[in-house]
Nanobody, 114 residues
Framework: QVHLVESEGGLVQPGGSLRLSCTVF????????MGWYRQAPGNERRLVAS???????EYEDSVKGRFTVSRDNVQNTVSLQMNSLKPEDTAVYYC????????WGQGTQVTVSS
């Protein structure tokens, strides 16, 4: 059974940085796509960033230039480096794997506030 373990989020001041990581257990192959979604209160869960096995990345427009997604195909991990954080980045962040069915982490709260 696939199990995703995310690192803790936290409280960050505007302009600060935070790195999230997600370790995959129970999977014997590298998923084609790994990534991160986020969900703010009252909003739908939305894709933040994704990365293919070959390293092709995609980002939500609002995070381009600020967030960087990366993966380690040996360790089967995916990370999200978040810089220049804004209050509107406040959300629960979820690690996601494009498996069948899709796999999700438990979610980790990121709060950007002074």
């Amino acid at each position: 059974q696939v199990h995703l373990v995310e690192s803790e989020g936290g409280l960050v001041q505007p302009g600060g940085s935070l790195r999230l990581s997600c370790t995959v257990f129970g999977l014997v192959y590298n998923p084609f796509i790994m990534g991160w979604y986020r969900q703010a209160p009252g909003n739908e869960r939305r894709l933040v960033a994704s990365i293919t096995r070959g390293g092709f990345t995609e980002y939500e427009d609002s995070v381009k230039g600020r967030f960087t997604v990366s993966r380690d195909n040996v360790q089967n991990t995916v990370s999200l480096q978040m810089n220049s954080l804004k209050p509107e980045d406040t959300a629960v962040y979820y690690c996601h794997l494009l498996t069948s069915p899709p796999s999700w982490g438990q979610g980790t709260q990121v709060t950007v506030s002074s």
